[in-house]
């Protein structure tokens, strides 16, 4: 019995002297790690980021951020100079101020940082990033790009939807005149205009009378929706880690919103895909897109569904909310300045006449229009942020 107890006493003193060495031997591991890892850093001589405004420890500078962030960010510029680092939780953020560094990034040195920092609402909006927006630099971008320069943006699909915004443009200029006298919202007008000849660049005819009445409120709500929820802040975006968490519900809304504007999607394409040869009439940018899908491009690249989605996404949210709003503030600014409005007449009835219609031709001989114009992009830019870049 004393032998057993002895034998038991010895095997647990061996059993405790063998977790000390373990845990001696982790711990030794451990710092060895973190000392090699870093002099490894070390080694490399990284250069600093660019001083910028002192961050809190995992907040980073988030509670100093202000609503209006290109008018926060160029009075930091005052303080830190043309090129600073603004921490948004964990990710460190580069602003550059000033156009001559702007021009080095984004022109000189544009393949280093073509790449983007894709937003986890981005992402959802866009079927993954597939689109030309978020799309990494490299052959999947170059095919997108190929694509929309050749077949929408190109001077010769341009000039054969000028019938189309001619007509547009003329309707909702007769639709104002009768509303002489009465309140109109003149935002969604404008909105229903640019959607109009957005979605006849996009699958021509196929969308006519209270059907396309529907369709213009439809995409109102969910493009203003996803322009919402793109630019609001995510804790998805500054700490990564939490993505999966959602904690906001902001990729949850995105995926509802989507959902709705891919219904809209599929009806056209499937209108599209079951109409006839003799019934399509014009060529237009969803039958090209299609011909693609089935493998009638040129493309190394494969050019899916998902991308032909995502590139509609771009055409719809790029080409409608940010061309009203302009138009809205420009009207708005307009009508509190009676003598810029006089000016206006003037040059309008002297370069156009006054029983004649403003065409895109006359755009160029109306310098005090397009000074205008410029000045309102200049008072409320729709865009004020590019797009962030990325290595």
């Known amino acids: 019995?004393?032998?057993?107890?002895?034998?038991?006493?010895?095997?647990?003193?061996?059993?405790?002297?063998?977790?000390?060495s373990s845990a001696l031997i982790f711990l030794g591991t451990a710092l060895w790690i973190l000392i090699v890892l870093k002099k490894s850093r070390n080694g490399k001589h990284q250069p600093p980021l660019p001083p910028g405004p002192r961050p809190l420890p995992l907040l980073g500078n988030l509670l100093s951020l202000q609503p209006e962030l290109h008018?926060?960010?160029a009075a930091l510029s005052q303080v830190h100079g043309p090129i600073y680092?603004?921490?948004?939780?964990?990710?460190?953020?580069?602003?550059?101020?000033?156009?001559?560094?702007?021009?080095?990034?984004?022109?000189?040195?544009?393949?280093?940082?073509?790449?983007?920092?894709?937003?986890?609402?981005?992402r959802e909006a866009t079927f993954g990033g597939k689109d030309i927006v978020w799309s990494p630099h490299g052959p999947e971008w170059r095919m997108l790009r190929k694509v929309c320069v050749r077949e929408m943006l190109s001077s010769s699909a341009l000039d054969s939807v000028y019938d189309l915004r001619r007509r547009e443009v003329r309707g909702t200029v007769k639709y104002l005149y009768e509303?002489?006298?009465?309140?109109?919202n003149f935002g969604e007008q404008m909105f229903?205009?640019?959607?109009?000849?957005?979605?006849?660049?996009?699958?021509?005819?196929?969308?006519?009378?209270?059907?396309?009445?529907?369709?213009?409120?439809?995409?109102r709500q969910i493009v203003t929706g996803i322009s919402g929820l793109v630019g609001l802040p995510n804790v998805s975006d500054f700490y990564p880690g939490l993505a999966t968490y959602d904690l906001q519900g902001i990729q949850r809304k995105m995926k509802k919103l989507v959902s709705r504007l891919d219904k809209v999607f599929q009806t056209a394409i499937d209108q599209r895909s079951g109409m006839?040869?003799?019934?399509?009439?014009?060529?237009?940018?969803?039958?090209v897109l299609l011909k693609l899908k089935d493998g009638e491009g040129d493309e190394i690249i494969p050019f899916t569904i998902?991308?032909?989605?995502?590139?509609?996404?771009?055409?719809?949210?790029?080409?409608?909310?940010?061309?009203?709003?302009?138009?809205?503030?420009?009207?708005?600014?307009?009508?509190?300045?009676?003598?810029?409005?006089?000016?206006?007449?003037?040059?309008?009835?002297?370069?156009?006449?006054?029983?004649?219609?403003v065409e895109e031709s006359h755009i160029h001989q109306l310098p005090y229009l397009s000074a205008v114009m410029k000045e309102t992009l200049r008072l409320h830019p729709v865009l004020p942020l590019l797009v962030p870049h990325s290595p």
């Not at 509609?312 to 302009?326: P, Q």
């Open 179 to 184: 509303q002489a006298g009465r309140r109109v």
């Open 1 to 20: 019995m004393y032998q057993d107890v002895t034998t038991a006493a010895g095997f647990s003193n061996q059993y405790h002297s063998f977790l000390i």
């Open 85 to 122: 680092t603004l921490w948004l939780g964990r990710k460190p953020g580069i602003v550059i101020t000033s156009p001559s560094i702007a021009r080095e990034v984004l022109k000189d040195q544009d393949t280093a940082f073509a790449n983007r920092d894709v937003p986890a609402a981005g």
């Open 306 to 357: 998902t991308h032909l989605k995502a590139l509609l996404v771009d055409m719809v949210t790029g080409g409608t909310d940010t061309t009203s709003n302009a138009l809205e503030f420009a009207m708005a600014e307009i009508m509190k300045e009676p003598e810029v409005l006089k000016k206006l007449h003037e040059e309008i009835d002297t370069i156009v006449g006054k029983d004649n219609i």
């Open 71 to 73: 008018s926060y960010m």
């Open 192 to 219: 229903l205009t640019m959607i109009n000849v957005i979605t006849g660049m996009m699958w021509g005819g196929t969308m006519k009378g209270a059907e396309r009445e529907t369709l213009g409120s439809e995409f």
């Open 276 to 287: 006839g040869s003799d019934e399509m009439g014009s060529r237009d940018f969803l039958q």
